[in-house]
């Protein structure tokens, strides 16, 4: 804003002029505020990361170092061992593969479902087409605590509580965010691509998978890392379903080494499972940060 | 006459392709959202307990539900958590303000402030509540340099709801900041250049330009964090998993949860399931309505 400003200056008033009586106290004004900005988003990043670097540092002391006065920010002596103590103190283990299998086969499928559907909504004749996507997305409206418990029942009667399935299947048939998503990006697909590809004969698979998947690619991944990110999270489907330790998904797991070692002070393990339970997500957000952040700022654009 | 045969025929093809590729999402909504919805509906008027089949009784779980003052409770709780909302909402829109001026390391600050948005709500209710420990949480001995003795925050029914406002506020303002730096950086400068030439200072160009231009992103915000804000459960849950003390944490949705799973008492948690459902879509349907009248204004 202030930034604007100067500029505004520069543009509107004689250059003479503005040398000589706004130019140069401008800068050095503006370089006086960014000095203040600077330090107090230092100390706010300070206050981000600082709950993060604690449980990194906790998770690498000894038991009672958890305890001294005053905190120690560099453990001393490093127990780098908690670290292997860790998975033969709870099924983390299995947690990250029952994590990454369900996260793996929703959003990998999904994703698929997701995008032909969109494709179909975005450039095929079909009567009513808008109608039922217009359904779908005021389906987005509809809390899930609203249909958890006769959902619990429906896979109650099918014999699938304490499996992976309950967390798999709604996935499997796509997600509605992406398909509106996706569906808006295909605006920006020429038409005449695909008529030219249904003269040579092509059916409508091969012109989705051999032009508009390749087109829409971008935006299928960073919508593809944001699903990827909620699912690895999620916690309330998860803990309706999962009971057996070793069936339960990362979040359990960690969850429940937070209320067992507890009663036990043993606070640098529960920092270390739930370490390992961040790392993966913040390798994802740095390796497709750029992705991420695109994507966020335009469906927060678009609403 | 031959050629539109020919090309209704194309036509029913390409429909009934379409059909299929779009019968996919319509199915999986169909089965695990549209009918456990009406069932929902149907069982809130049942008693059941998840077991045994679900007996009619009319309003009773409604009845019930109005007379419980757990219910009452924990929809006030509910609704307190929300003052994180308006906090986060000018926290991050100052933030947004600050990362949108040309300096160094605003790239940096912006993944530093987004990091705690995509980390796992679970391993950050479990490291705060840690930090809320009233002995040596980190909370409390950051306060103790300045000499101030901090309270046990989550065992503190004064202090519980205010601890999980913070944490809430902490998690979520690197995500309203990106919203807001996406959204300041498509105000078209011609607007602040015509306010400045007619004599703007900056707080005016501020007050008239930027925060109208921003309402857009605002009123998405306010509405997505109130339908996220109803129905938190995850912080509850680990942070205080019996609700906390005196039932002053316990939220709409893990009271739900509780009755449903632990108490078995389906009939009355879909009650309040319902309700629930019902709020959120009379928030949204509202937000339809003024986001509309909006659009109006500005254009």
Known sequence: MFQNESETVALTVPRAKRAAATGRTRTSQYRIVNAI?????????IIMIAPLVWTFSTSLKTKEAVF????????????WENYI??????????GIVNSLIVSVSVTVVGTISSAIAAFAFAKMRLPFKNVVFLSLLAAIMIPFPTIMIPQFKMFADAGLVDTLWPLILPGLFGNIVMIFFLRQYLDSVPDSIIEAAKLDGAGYLRIFFTLIFPAIRPAVAAQFILWFMAVWNDYLAPIIYLNTPERQTLQLVIASFNATYASQTDYPLIMAASF???????????????QIIESVALTGAKG | MSTTLRRSRLH?????????FIAIPVLGFLIFTAYPLLFSFYASFTKWNGLSDPVFNGLDNYTEMFADPYFWKAMGNTVFMMIGIPIGLVLSLLLALALNRKMRGTTFFRTVYYVPVISSLAAVAILWQWAYNGDFGLINQVLAMFGIDGPNWLQNAETAKPAIVIMAVWK??????????????????????????????AVQQFRHITIPMLSP????????????GAQIFIEINIMTPTGGPEFSTASIVWYIWQKAFNYLQMGYATAM??????????????????NRRFQFSID
């Open chain 1, 276 to 290: 390992i339970a961040l790392v993966p997500v913040l390798v994802v957000f740095v390796v497709f940060q750029k």
């Open chain 2, 217 to 228: 992103v605002t009123f998405f915000l306010v509405v997505t964090s109130i339908i996220g």
């Open chain 1, 68 to 79: 001294a006065l005053p905190p120690q920010w560099i453990p001393d002596p490093v127990q």
């Open chain 1, 85 to 94: 103590r860790v998975w033969s103190a709870g099924p983390l283990a299995s």
């Open chain 2, 172 to 201: 979520g303002i690197g995500f309203s900041m990106l919203l807001y730096l996406a959204a300041l950086q498509s105000v078209p400068r011609h607007l602040y250049e015509a306010a400045a030439i007619d004599g703007a200072n």
């Open chain 2, 273 to 290: 399931s319902v309700v629930l459902g019902l709020l959120v879509f009379v928030i949204t349907a509202i937000q339809f309505q003024i």
């Open chain 2, 12 to 20: 029913r093809r390409e429909h009934l392709v379409a059909a299929a």
């Open chain 1, 37 to 45: 900005v600077f330090a107090v988003l230092s100390l706010g990043g």
